[in-house]
């Protein structure tokens, strides 16, 4: 049944190794390209293994995790549609998940801690939080603002808040997403968990582990009442969502009773959040 609350998305954007932009990472991901490769944007001869998914480009951006997600969200305003202005600011909200924040800036800090001393620029900008909150400040956001923390399914979760958001009426529009960026520290962390490998093959009886990457996706969550007051095109619904204890169990149920859950609607249901 259509209702003036359903979240709709209206607009996608992606800054990926395997594209930059909806359109070529799509391509990429049709043709089957793989941007696996030895690290190029930091010192990791001694990381074993060094192998990881690159953004190519660089533009000194400390912040490398807020800037993919700015990049990311012009993308996706863009093929909204929506200009600043056109949803009312104490109605714009950000859902942005990630599990480093401005890790490169930290890194920084510690490399100048670690050589006597010297400022750093930028510090304010190390929290979690902070890939949001910039966010939110560029495009003019003040409606409500959050940084799910899922590990893997930090930005899936986002998109799943943002349209809570929208069907409660807290906000009328929510740019929500993911954003996360390579460096040591996570490069290095994974592969002390002997996670890691240079090549991705999780079907395969001698897989041996995953391979890192960096890359930010953004959609625009809208109310339906909101999209249609403007002609919007809508690209997909958000009909509803549930969420786990980790791990699928050994069978799949866990799994298989989040997904009966979402599949009675965005209410409340028996046991959702703790599916055994």
């Known amino acids: 049944m259509r209702g ?26 049709l043709a089957g390209h793989t941007a696996a490769r030895r690290i190029e944007r930091f010192p990791a001869a001694d990381l074993a293994p060094n192998v990881a998914a690159e953004i190519s480009w660089d533009d000194g951006d400390p912040d490398r995790a807020g800037a993919l997600a700015l990049r990311a969200a012009h993308e996706a305003l863009d093929d909204a549609a929506l200009g600043r202005g056109v949803a009312a600011p104490e109605r714009l909200g950000v859902a942005l998940g ?22 750093v620029a930028g510090v304010e900008q190390i929290p979690y939080y902070a890939p949001a909150t910039r966010l939110a400040r560029h495009v003019g956001a003040r409606g409500p603002v959050a940084t799910p923390q899922l590990a893997c399914a930090s930005g899936t979760h986002a998109v799943a808040l943002a349209a809570s958001w929208v069907r409660a009426g807290r906000a009328d529009v929510v740019l929500a997403g993911g954003t996360d960026l390579l460096c040591r520290f996570v490069v290095a962390g994974f592969n002390c968990l002997r996670a890691t490998s240079e090549v991705a093959r999780p ?42 204890r980790p791990g699928p169990g050994p069978r799949g149920s866990r ?7 979402a599949s009675r609607g965005p209410g409340p249901a028996p046991g959702a959040g703790c599916c055994d």
């Open 4 to 29: 003036a609350r359903d979240a709709l998305i209206t607009g996608c954007g992606v800054q990926s190794p395997v594209g930059l932009g909806v359109s070529s990472f799509w391509e990429g991901l």
């Open 98 to 119: 990630t599990t480093l924040g401005g890790m490169t800036i930290l890194e920084a800090w510690d490399a100048a801690v670690r050589a006597g001393g010297g400022s």
């Open 203 to 244: 079907f395969d009886r001698d897989r041996k582990g995953l391979v890192l990457g960096e890359a930010a996706a953004i959609v625009v969550v809208e109310a339906r009442q909101h999209a249609e007051a403007r002609g919007a095109r809508a690209r997909a619904c958000v009909a509803a969502a549930r969420r786990g």
């Open 255 to 261: 799994c298989a009773r989040c997904c009966c859950h």
